[in-house]
């Protein structure tokens, strides 16, 4: 098998999972969702972007932080996905709201983003990377796709955060270990624990990073 091949299979394999997980169960019964991304909205906030500035949400999936941000009047709003049936139920809940989102149904380690973007933001996307090639795709595409001075908010699980996430193995960080995978033309601006309480009310230690690329 090609390389090109095995690549294929494994994105092939990631897609299924992920559009099988939106399709068994609501949105809002999924370990992940948050009724109110407290922490993202308060990052976004603090990086003072202007409402016309580019933001992109990696792996937005059916998260409800495009709501939020599109009633605080941000007007240039991605949501990438690689399940087409996550974006379908963001959709469905905007309603015509959604026509004004630019929607990306693909995997975010195998893909040229068009444009340059002043926030990035990604909640529990790359802990799911725990092949090395695959997190150097993703932060290639993270540094062509931002901006001189643009921002980086990461959340993954943290050091004391859960080893598994949707039945699958992710790897956990600290801020200085996202850091190291993101590289020195990066800074640590702010970093937040949260204590994510499930649907089913379990605890989830997650780390969020605010970063900011060197201009
Ligand atoms: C745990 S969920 C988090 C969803 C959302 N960020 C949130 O906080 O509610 C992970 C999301 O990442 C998406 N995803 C997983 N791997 C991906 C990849 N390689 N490229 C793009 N999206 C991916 C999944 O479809 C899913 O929507």
Redesign the pocket.
Known sequence: MTFLNLLQKLIHN?KTH?ER??KNQSSHKLS???DY?EISLRLIASTKVAAESNII???????K?VDFLLQQGYKNITV????GN?IEKAKLRLGGKANNVKWIE????NCNLEIQYDIWH????FH??TNSQDRKRYIKTLKQSLKPNGNVIIATFSLSGPKK??GLKIARYSPESLLGELGNDFKIIETIDEVHITPANAKQNFIYCHFRKRA
């Not at 990438?80 to 399940?83: E, T």
């Open positions: 990631r992920w997980a939106y992940w969702y948050q991304p949400d990696i792996g937005g999936g059916a998260s932080l990438l996905d690689i399940a996550s693909t995997d975010i380690t990604d909640r529990a996307v799911f990377l996430c949707s």
